[in-house]
């Protein structure tokens, strides 16, 4: 295992448009990568960028050490899966297939071994002779990976290849596509908005916001320790709280909200008296009809939603904020209206940075200059 | 560009000059320079032999204005006028029932409006100058009914003229119009029932105005090249209904004064201009003018 | 049970209504046909005098008539070909790629297509004199290049507005270079674009009257040899070979429009 893509300060600019700011990251051999984020986050331009389709204003990007910048897409040895298939409309599927080793000029025997091959791998076997227009959507897709993976790329490409398809197929498709690239071990660079496809399938998830990376990790570790306020927010649900670090003792904070106080889990990073925000998810709420020791939180019960096996509390903080507060089916509820006192294990909250609150700090030091 | 990278050049650079090169060197010379070229020579003189002389004069302007000149402008533009509401006339209603045609008929109907269009234009008009002459078949059929006792003078008329012309114009107004009528969605007409309008309050507040545009290009494919189809009034029209595109002809190819037939031209340039941008105007879309 | 004997009788009429405009369209082709038959051989040829297949025999000797018919042919086929290579380039050059200068190149386009033909004849005629270009085949091929582009490019123009650009994308990141892509992907999914520009293109060509007219000098083409000939009344020959193109071009266009226009799987 070794690094196969470096990009290291890519930039893309479209007139005033800056899409991709100082972009760096590195793609480990075999892994499946997800670049994560919302419509305009800067993703598919940098899968672009790596394709070979776009060029980056600024920066390096290397494959296997080699800057590649120069090169045209059609000596990049990376393949794309498009987000519109783009099959070809014209030829048949066998012909949409074997495409890429033709362009290869691999002997006539050879392509039809190989896509047969590929066929019978990605269940399409029987439809050599159709065109794209006669197949179903899920079959499209899987010709266009067929399409791409024939070629044995280092690296595939895949730009919100799912996002097509109805919910059943692309839960189905997502299980084949992480089967497949186990089997293959080719590094997969996947671009996705939806964070449940990216939670699923990813050895590491790169969240991108803005044009920037905000968080590259596992999705355990994005879950469990969201490096920024956005990622938080972004991946699941959670209840978060903006507040000030007022003391900090054995890897513990009191955080100071606007009206109350609670106790989260901290590192050194922190400060007294920075500002800081807290996350906690609604799995590990609790609450109590009387205040817990070290929290300072009270709220009103406004609402319950089912969601299957769980149950939801909405409750509502006296500055108008609402909480999400999980509870299993079948636990005893309050009554809507009724006051309580919500808190969990410092353990289970994470502390997070307030990175609006630096650029605060900042302009008061310029003001202070 | 400052900074052409080399991909730029690669991706955008060699292949627009490589694929637009041509066209733009084709619409260089062969459509803009000779136009700038008929401007200026309106602007010339001639000679004694007729030869171009390059020495600036407005004379060909002047004459532009001679009372027979504007005659004929009127005629023209009188012809060209009636033609165009004809063909809008038969064409709107044909075009309708054809494009609304649900079965496979529909391809057959439209190749029929095609098909005469292969055969040589000039023959066609003259094939109506042999069905319309004195020994003609219309004369025959007349004489023979008992509703004329000896052949009617039907040529060299303005109505020939515009028969002619509508002839040859139709197809162009019938073509946009089923284009923009085949896209009629048929739920619009169920709605606007549906809600309670009249074929005919159906007809001008959604048919009309959702295929307006059919209607817009039309009017500009016939309007405009009727003006200059000289060769209609010439074998229909005998001389009697002159319109500017044969005082051009007559410029270039008997009377020899270029520079007055370029100022001619002008004029057409000039009505060519104003109507497109009515059109342009009015909310029509270039490219259908074409296909 | 009113309702439905209103809407037969607009049918009806509407039917009637049709018929009326295709007889219309089709009256002087059944002139010219019927007169291709007439055993006529006094001048105008205007008075039928006998069903005879003579014109369609006598046709092969009238060698004036079949080199102007000759000319045409070769003048459209040359004029289509070129109009269509460049059209098509043209067009997705136009469609894709940043230039400077596009808005004049479209402008330009509609000239040919909007302005009066006559106005095109004189100025080419104007150009080529200024430019000691003789007037001939040359001149007559250019001329009618220059028309028929604009038809071209808007009809695989019409194609490009449907067309998913990703799939040459998908082209190049398969291996396939930038002329690769265009002759195995481009050029194929807008056939039917460039099928329908070219048959325009061509059928302009065959017809066209004006700006030949203009253009031509000592070269006739078919249609300036039956300009030339109506003055003296067009001898039924003439109404022979028109009516020999008519049936040629009905079978080739029946051929062409069951064969490249309908390629079913070329949908977008």
């Known amino acids: ?369 | 560009m400052k900074n052409m990278s080399k991909h730029d050049l690669k991706s955008n650079t060699i292949p627009a000059v490589v694929t637009v090169g041509p066209v733009a060197l084709l619409l260089l010379l062969l459509v803009l320079a000779p136009l700038i070229l008929v401007t200026v020579m309106s602007l010339c003189q001639t000679d004694e032999f007729y030869n171009v002389v390059y020495r600036f004069t407005l004379v060909n302007y002047s004459k532009l204005l001679s009372p027979d000149y504007i005659k004929i402008y009127g005629q023209s533009l009188l012809i060209a006028f009636i033609t165009t509401l004809i063909c809008v006339l038969i064409g709107y209603p044909f075009s309708y029932v054809i494009a609304r045609t649900k079965s496979k008929k529909r391809q057959l109907f439209y190749m029929l409006v095609i098909i005469p269009f292969w055969t040589n234009s000039l023959i066609r008009i003259y094939g109506w100058r042999t069905f319309l002459g004195s020994s003609g078949w219309l004369n025959k059929l007349l004489m023979a009914m008992g509703v004329a006792a000896e052949p009617i003078e039907l040529l060299y008329k303005t109505g020939t003229t515009v028969l002619g012309m509508v002839y040859c114009f139709i197809p162009f107004m019938v073509l946009p119009l089923y284009t923009a009528i085949e896209k009629l969605d048929a739920s619009l007409l169920e709605a606007s029932s549906d809600l309670g309008a009249r074929p005919v309050k159906t007809l001008f507040e959604v048919i009309l105005p959702l295929t307006s545009s059919g209607l817009f290009s039309g009017c500009i494919m016939v309007f405009i090249p009727c003006l200059g189809y000289f060769f209609v009034s010439n074998i229909l029209g005998g001389g009697n209904t002159d319109m500017i595109g044969n005082l051009i002809e007559r410029q270039f190819k008997s009377a020899n004064n270029w520079p007055l037939g370029a100022a001619l031209s002008i004029i057409l340039i000039v009505v060519t201009l104003i109507l497109v941008k009515i059109y342009q105007k009015l909310g029509g879309d270039m490219d259908s003018l074409g296909v | 049970m009113r309702k439905a004997k209103k809407e037969k009788r607009i049918k009806r009429l509407s039917i009637v209504f049709c018929l009326l405009v295709y007889l219309f369209l089709f009256l002087p082709i059944f002139v010219v046909v019927s007169n291709s038959f007439n055993a006529t051989t006094t001048k105008p040829y205007l008075s039928w005098k006998g069903f005879t297949f003579d014109w369609y025999v006598k046709l092969w000797d009238n060698s004036a008539l079949l080199e102007s018919f000759g000319n045409t042919i070769i003048i459209a086929l040359a004029s289509t070909i070129l109009a269509t290579i460049i059209g098509t380039l043209g067009a997705v050059g136009i469609y894709r790629y940043k230039f400077k200068g596009k808005g004049i190149i479209n402008g330009l386009l509609y000239i040919p297509v909007v302005i009066p033909e006559i106005v095109i004849g004189i100025a080419l005629l104007t150009i080529f004199t200024n430019a000691n270009v003789p007037r001939g085949m040359l001149t007559l091929i250019l001329s009618h290049v220059s028309f028929s582009v604009p038809y071209v490019i808007f009809n695989v123009r019409a194609r490009l507005s449907g067309y998913d650009k990703s799939i040459e994308e998908a082209s190049m990141d398969l291996g396939a270079n930038r002329v690769v892509t265009f002759f195995e992907i481009t050029l194929p999914v807008l056939m039917p674009g460039i099928a329908g520009g070219a048959l325009l293109a061509f059928t302009l060509s065959i017809d066209d009257v004006i700006i030949s007219y203009f253009v031509n000098g000592q070269t006739k083409t078919y249609p300036l040899k039956v300009m030339e000939s109506i003055k003296s009344g067009v001898s039924p020959d003439v109404n022979a070979l028109s009516t020999l193109v008519l049936v040629g071009t009905i079978v080739l266009v029946y051929i062409t429009q069951s064969g490249i226009l309908s390629g079913k799987h070329n949908k977008i």
């Open chain 1, 1 to 369: 295992m070794g690094t196969i893509i470096e990009l290291t300060g890519v930039n893309k600019i479209y007139g005033t448009n800056h899409v991709v700011k100082d972009l760096n990251l590195t793609v480990e051999e075999g892994e499946f990568l997800t670049l994560l984020g919302s419509s305009g986050c800067g993703k598919t331009t940098t899968l672009r960028m790596i394709a070979g389709f776009e060029e980056p204003t600024t920066g390096s990007i290397k494959v296997e050490g080699e800057s590649i910048e120069e090169k045209e897409p059609f000596e990049r040895n990376v393949n794309t899966v498009f987000q519109t298939y783009a099959l070809f409309p014209h030829k048949t599927i066998f012909d949409n297939i074997a495409y890429g080793l033709k362009m290869k000029k691999v002997p006539k025997a050879e392509i039809k071994e190989r896509v047969l091959d590929m066929m019978d791998m990605v269940q399409l076997t029987g439809f050599e002779n159709r065109y794209p227009s006669q197949l179903s959507g899920g079959q499209k897709q899987r010709v266009a990976i067929a399409r791409a993976l024939i070629n044995r790329p280092r690296v595939l490409l895949l730009d919100e290849p799912l996002g097509a398809l109805d919910l059943k197929l692309r839960k189905q498709m997502q299980l084949e596509l992480k089967r497949l690239q186990k089997k293959l071990n080719i590094t997969f660079i996947y671009v996705t908005h939806d964070q449940e496809e990216a939670l699923t399938m990813s050895d590491r998830i790169a969240i991108m916001h803005d044009g920037v990376v905000d968080q590259l990790a596992s999705p355990k570790d994005i879950y469990e320790h969201p490096a920024t306020r956005f990622v938080a927010t972004f991946i699941g649900e959670t209840n978060t709280y903006d507040g000030c670090v007022t003391s900090m003792t054995d890897g513990v904070a009191t955080v100071t909200l606007e009206n109350g106080a609670v106790r989260v889990k901290c590192d050194d990073s922190f400060n007294i008296l920075e500002y800081a925000t807290v996350s906690v998810r609604p799995e590990s709420m609790r609450f109590d009809t009387k205040p817990h020791e070290g929290f300072e939180l009270v709220a009103v019960v406004k609402d319950f939603i089912y969601v299957g096996s769980v149950l939801k509390c909405i409750v509502s903080l006296p500055n108008g904020n609402e909480l999400k507060i999980e509870r299993l089916s079948g636990q005893e509820l309050p009554e809507i209206g009724s006051r309580i006192y919500p808190y969990w294990d410092p353990m289970d909250g994470v502390l997070i940075h307030n990175d609006s609150y630096k650029i605060f700090k900042a302009l008061d030091e310029i003001k202070l200059a």
